[in-house]
């Protein structure tokens, strides 16, 4: 089975442009969830999206949004991008029937860089 | 007060020697515990899970233990080996929504 496959790898933006990632889950996983990776900040939670809607969502400004597709694939767009807002972005899906007791898998994530 | 396993954010050991990497949680409704192992360039994959209704569960040469009273949460590795350098985390999660909340991470260098 497939796993959780992100693009692209990496990325290099300016101040103020957006950008769009992408997420392929694993099959038959209906949940995704994004999570912002920094030095200094650790794993922060961004939103979780299941069957289309967003179900959940972290501390995280407008800027940062995300939309999921009826084949579970999911995009994440941040906005009028930052300095502060370079991050390796991790995508991670489960099957998303249960509240709790479902693992997590990672993607390999995309590494983004404001400059 | 008494301190039970304190979180480093670094720690190295000896290939071969046994390897405990403490975390402090701080929900006491979380219900559903992970620990993630992730190496340079990748994302964090899956190592172990526990459950509140348990104080310990092993798996091939890794031991987790979960001390509800404290809010604590260890993974002991057996026989570390090289290949067992990376940076730990342990996340936790509330049966009230699904949102794993991580801990910062121990990074795990192994001595040849």
């Known amino acids: 089975k497939a796993g959780v496959t992100q693009t692209p790898r990496y990325l290099i933006k300016t101040r103020g442009q957006q950008v769009t990632l992408s997420c392929s889950p694993i099959s038959g996983h209906r949940s995704v969830s994004w999570y912002q990776q920094t030095p200094g900040q650790g794993l922060q939670f961004l939103f979780e999206y299941f069957s289309e809607t967003q179900r959940n969502k972290g501390n995280f400004p407008g800027r940062f949004s995300g939309r999921q597709f009826s084949n579970s694939r999911s995009e994440m767009n941040v906005s009028t991008l930052e300095l502060g807002d370079s991050a390796l972005y991790l995508c991670a899906s489960r099957p998303g029937v249960a509240s709790t007791n ?3 898998f990672f993607g390999s994530g995309t590494q983004l860089s404001v400059l | 007060g008494e301190s039970v ?3 480093l954010p670094t720690l190295s050991v000896q290939e ?8 402090a949680y701080s929900n006491s409704a979380s219900d559903y515990f992970i620990w993630y192992k992730q190496e340079s360039g990748k994302g ?5 899970d526990i459950r509140s209704n348990m104080d310990k569960r092993q798996g091939q040469r890794v031991t987790v233990l979960l001390n509800k009273t404290v809010k604590h949460l260890s993974l002991q590795i057996a026989a570390t080996q090289p290949g067992d350098s990376a940076v730990y985390f342990c996340a936790e999660n509330s049966l009230s929504d699904y949102k794993l909340s991580f801990g910062a991470g121990t990074t795990v260098t192994v001595r040849a």
């Not at chain 2, 964090?44 to 172990?48: A, E, G, R, T, V």
């Open chain 2, 16 to 23: 071969g020697d046994n390897s405990i990497i403490n975390c």
């Open chain 1, 102 to 104: 479902e693992k997590l």
């Open chain 2, 5 to 7: 396993g304190l979180h």
């Open chain 2, 44 to 48: 964090p994959q899956f190592i172990i």
